[in-house]
């Protein structure tokens, strides 16, 4: 017999996954001796015995990891045996200037699922319950190797009980860091005008005032969430009126998935997300006749459907036994509560009553949504479950990076060579809080990745808050434009450099001209671009006030055609007044800036066709556009291609002027919705065909936020691949601006690369 000894580093997402319990498994069942720990930027293994055996562990080390573990490389090296026989578990490592990505939040397992219900066990209804496959870790977590001393389960010390499962190999809760029961673990607490209370079925009083129409808060992973009924028009009408929130969809959770099916038309690939460890919302078909409110995604087709994430979701939801609004627990446009005294003052003009508990959020995190488009999924907010999960870059950047991302839905990114660390939504940098937000939480990112940022990557626009924070750094800063960065993003996503065809569709960015760009088509690497065709620019009245005015849009390309009164419809909610200030300003040049919007171009086509003049929030008439035209057949009408001397200039106003007359001519909306987004598709294929021609490349990107739309994203891909080109389209981090400050990120990096 002959023996071996290996060292084995072993990289990825392999802490706080039950990675080392099972290393020590793996060990004994080939009974080799040695050790395993964390260290600040791997896991470490030495294992010596048979030499059969070795090799045995090392090829079930990779194939039998645990469920959650990502293994990104596993390093080998030999040495002498030194006799070594027992195997065990070390006290971690920190290490200077060596980082990993911390765990993501993971939804409660099967297992801990089966004893929260069953009332032999010790854990019985106990809100906390959690094993090394489940529960929460970015959010408890204040620093790398994932131990529970760096955690906000530190304060709470195991019972006998509870450490004699940590200590046991083999146990479910062997080195579950995030281990507690009902005798040592965090307290649940039940608030409303009355005081608060420990005692007694709190989760039945929750589920009582949500019952009773009223609004609860509660605690969830990474922050508050506020929860009404979801059959209740009256309930979900007071949480928009006491949020603020006009019109935006709301998410529902439901108890489980045979709940989930009496709201939703669920496919193969939407009932994976929704059971799937991120447990993010899910944007389905919603089903008709569904036992919904109609309050909860008015005008809208689709609905946005979760599963319960902890244990405490489960007993609420059990016990209310209907579907819940879930939506995040903050007046609009602020960010999430994440503490006890901060939710009672924040949300207490908001909510009815409180469900608290004494485990500290560290981190502020969304919900993830997420939909199906041709069976696979586009990440539409890339929040709990997903980040910080690492993304690589295709060119590695010579210093350490960060990338502070776009004006609105706001995320940064940190680089460290080619690792991209991406952080959650943060939202949209308009006011303090989210500003004071997005500080703290690149300065927590910093910290948890030990690194100094010694270049910056900002947006164009001199004047976004992101920008000003950027140039406020003092570091070399990369002025990355908004559609470069977003066509970047994809390419980058899917590991490429070389120059692609980018189709860059969406609500407006800088362009390197001073004008609002939207709808550009770039031949782009990862370093430079070059504009080859663009949609024609409108004027748009009144400027940013024309992301919530369809009708102003409408009005703007009237004046393209010749006469500002065509298409009187449009105009149908404006005050006189306010549409004669419109015209005046349109006519005269003044506060009209000119765009090229694939946004705002929906936008126009709702108005015309008498869908919605006024928005409560961008991109509302383009999800209403989309949710009309459904399924059904359609015919493209065609837009003509000039050439200018910024390329390509498409014009889309005769087909908005044939929709107009669809309209006089009585056909019905959905129909010329229908053909509105395969014109859209058709006419878009016709300028990257040109493109193809033009410069020789076969491989198109496609990103911005109008490929959300999964009918637009759908048809124009079939169409490219139908053309025999190749296709990139996003996926990890979604087609909208989510993805910015990564697409900045790539370009920084590979400029910096070259020098
Ligand atoms: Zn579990
Ligand atoms: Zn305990
Ligand atoms: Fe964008």
Known sequence: MLRAARLVRVTGQVQGVGFRPFVHRLALRHQLGGWVRNTSGDVQIEVEGDEVEVERFLAELVAEAPPLARIEEVVVSAHEPGGTASFAILASLTEIDRRQAPPPDT?????????????????????????????????????????????SMAVFEQCPACLAEYHTPGDRRHHSESNSCPRCGPRLWFANDAGATTDGDLIGR??????????????????????????????????????????????????????????????????????????????????PGAPLSCEVAPGLRQVGVMLPTTPLHHLLLTALG????????????????????????????????????????????????????????????????????PLDLPVASPVPLVAVGPHLKNTFTLVSGRRAFV??????????????????????????????PGAVAHDLHPEYLSTRAALDMGLPAVAVQHHHAHVAAVLAEHGRSDPVIGVAYDGTGYGADGLTWGAELLRADLISYQRLG????????????????????????????????????????????????????????????????????????????????????????????????????????????????????????????????????????????????????????????????????????????????????????????????????????GPADGAISYGQAAVAAARLATG
């Not at 019952?211 to 929860?227: D, H, N, R, Y």
């Not at 800036?593 to 383009?622: H, K, N, T, W, Y």
């Not at 359609?634 to 106003?653: F, R």
């Open 534 to 733: 663009h949609f024609r620019y409108v004027p748009l009245p009144g400027g940013d006030r024309a992301a919530r005015a369809p009708w102003r849009v409408a009005l703007g390309y009237a004046t393209l055609l010749g006469f500002d009164n065509a298409w009187p419809w449009a105009y149908q909610d404006v005050a006189p007044a306010e549409l004669a200030l419109a015209r005046q300003q349109v006519r005269q040049g003044l506060n009209s800036p000119r765009a090229s919007s694939m946004g705002r171009l929906f936008d126009a086509a709702a108005a015309i066709l008498g869908v919605r003049s006024v928005s409560s929030f961008e991109g509302q008439a383009a999800m209403e556009l989309e949710s009309l035209a459904g399924r059904r057949p359609a015919s493209e009408i065609i837009c003509p291609i000039v050439e200018s001397t910024d390329g390509w200039v498409i014009d889309p106003v005769p087909l908005l002027a044939t929709l107009a007359w669809q309209r006089e001519r009585g056909v019905d909306p959905a129909d010329s919705a229908a053909d509105f987004h395969a014109s859209i598709a058709w006419n878009t294929e016709q300028l990257v065909r040109r493109a193809v021609d033009a410069i020789g490349l076969r491989t198109v990107a496609l990103g911005g936020g109008s490929f959300q739309n999964a009918r637009l994203l759908g048809s124009l891909r079939s169409r490219l691949e139908a053309a025999g080109l190749e296709v990139l389209t996003p996926r990890r981090l």
């Open 423 to 452: 952080s959650q939504h943060i939202g949209d940098l308009e006011n303090l809080e989210t500003l004071e937000h997005f500080r703290a939480t690149l300065a927590d990112y910093q910290r948890l990745f030990s690194l100094e």
């Open 322 to 389: 209907r579907p819940a609004v879930m939506t995040s627990g903050n007046a609009t446009e602020e960010p999430i509560a994440i503490r006890n005294r901060e939710a009672i003052e924040r949300l207490g003009t908001i909510a009815d009553g409180f469900l608290l508990h004494d485990r500290e959020v560290l981190a502020r995190y969304d919900d993830s949504v997420v939909r199906v488009v041709d069976q696979r999924p586009v990440v539409i907010r890339r929040a709990r479950g997903y980040a910080p999960a």
């Open 206 to 287: 929750a589920a009582a005032l949500v019952e009773g129409g009223g609004i609860l808060a509660l605690k969830g992973l990474g922050g508050f969430q506020l929860a009404v009924d979801a059959t209740s028009d009256d309930a979900v009408r007071r949480l928009r009126h006491r949020k603020r929130r006009d019109a935006k969809p709301l998410a529902v959770m439901v108890p489980d998935l045979a709940a989930a099916a009496t709201i939703a038309d669920l496919s193969a690939a939407e009932l994976a997300l929704l059971t799937s460890a991120e447990r993010p919302i899910v944007l389905a078909a919603l089903r």
């Open 107 to 151: 939804a409660i397992c099967p297992a801990c699922l089966a004893e929260l219900t069953d009332p032999a066990n010790r854990r019985f209804r106990y809100p906390f319950i959690t094993c090394t496959d489940c529960g929460p870790r970015y959010t408890v977590i204040r620093a790398m190797p994932y131990d529970r001393e760096r955690t």
